[in-house]
């Protein structure tokens, strides 16, 4: 059984929805990237409607960068006070399917993603979307609580 030498995370992706658990991961991962020299790139993921119309999606998506404007910003500046390249992307679909794309996409090296539940049952489980990341992404996944 041979090993291979880690050589640290290139992209660290992070999955942002603005909840205190994203807000959380987001600290992990600005902390990682300030250890290993990573490049980090963020990504808010706006469900749509079921089904939803072309014209839907456009402004849905319109809506969803105007509420994440703020927060980018936010991230970006402290991003830059310390020094750590971030990237940050908006997409509409299945917040799940979505971030395993784009990390494939990215060659995101780990993703970090903050546990939520909302239900009391979601509370004893891991959320869907973190567990259907763990269970399909081609990279490492690290679920902050």
Known sequence: ???????GF???LVAYDGSPQAEHAL???FSLAKTTHSKIEILAVVRPPEPALRAELHAILEEAQEHYAQSFATIEERAKQNQIEVQTNLAVGNPADQ???RAEKIQASLIVMGKRGRSA???WVLGSNSERVLRYAH???MVVH
């Open 27 to 29: 600290d992990v991962a």
């Open 139 to 141: 990279c490492p996944v």
């Open 1 to 7: 059984m041979g090993s291979k030498a880690f050589i």
């Open 121 to 123: 049952i979601e509370r």
């Open 99 to 101: 971030i395993i794309h």
């Open 10 to 12: 290139q992209t660290i």
